[in-house]
T-cell receptor, first 115, second 112 residues
């Protein structure tokens, strides 16, 4: 159990376009989902915390108008990178957790390349 | 959350035990020690967590010193598939609001 999926696993887009990444908890209800970004040879950096039915909380330095997060249900959160630029190229990873335990279950990640 | 310190890299022979140290000298009384690992180009995977007592599960054992200022993750029989970056994180056990702060971790290379 406790599987988190992400879609797509890899995406290449042109500069200026928007890209949506989905994060789903497949067999549990996730009250909280987290979005992380990881640049090559670096550690994961938290971007935002998303609670179902409420606005996401963004970390300092993360533009909320550029990285739109929607957590419309207990099993789905989406991250939209708007007007993507080459510097947004990164590995985006989501995680989900429940109220019943403190394990965070991570998705497999989405590799975004902006040309 | 308390800061943790880990060696940047370690090697281990296949079949031998891998002992990964973590220093968390400023850990507070209500902070747990969590271990995750990340295999290349994948999302992190939960391994184990503990507060005071040593813990063991099907993946690993966690040994926490009595003063809780350091801990060791033990992979009893390392395989090539255990090659990954291992992260030690100190975090409050508090509902679902606690995000994880990832440091640089230890890159474990298991060699044949």
């Amino acid at each position: 159990g406790a599987v988190v999926s992400q879609h797509p696993s890899r995406v290449i887009c042109k500069s200026g376009t928007s890209v949506k990444i989905e994060c789903r908890s497949l067999d549990f209800q996730a009250t909280t989902m987290f979005w992380y970004r990881q640049f090559p040879k670096q550690s994961l950096m938290l971007m935002a915390t998303s609670n179902e039915g409420s606005k996401a909380t963004y970390e300092q330095g993360v533009e909320k108008d550029k990285f739109l997060i929607n957590h419309a249900s207990l099993t789905l959160s989406t991250l939209t990178v708007t007007s993507a630029h080459p510097e947004d190229s990164s590995f985006y990873i989501c995680s989900a957790t429940t109220d019943r335990n403190n394990e965070q279950f991570f998705g497999p990640g989405t590799r975004l390349t902006v040309l | 959350d308390a800061k943790t310190t880990q060696p940047p890299s370690m090697d281990c022979a296949e079949g031998r035990a891998a002992n990964l140290p973590c220093n968390h000298s400023t850990i507070s009384g209500n902070e747990y020690v969590y271990w995750y690992r990340q295999i290349h180009s994948q999302g992190p995977q939960y391994i184990i967590h503990g507060l005071k007592n040593n813990e063991t599960n099907e993946m690993a054992s966690l040994i926490i010193t009595e003063d809780r200022k350091s801990s060791t993750l033990i992979l009893p029989h390392a395989t090539l598939r255990d090659t990954a970056v291992y992260y030690c994180i100190a975090k409050n056990y508090g509902g679902s609001q606690g995000n994880l702060i990832f440091g640089k971790g230890t890159k474990l290379s298991v060699k044949p």
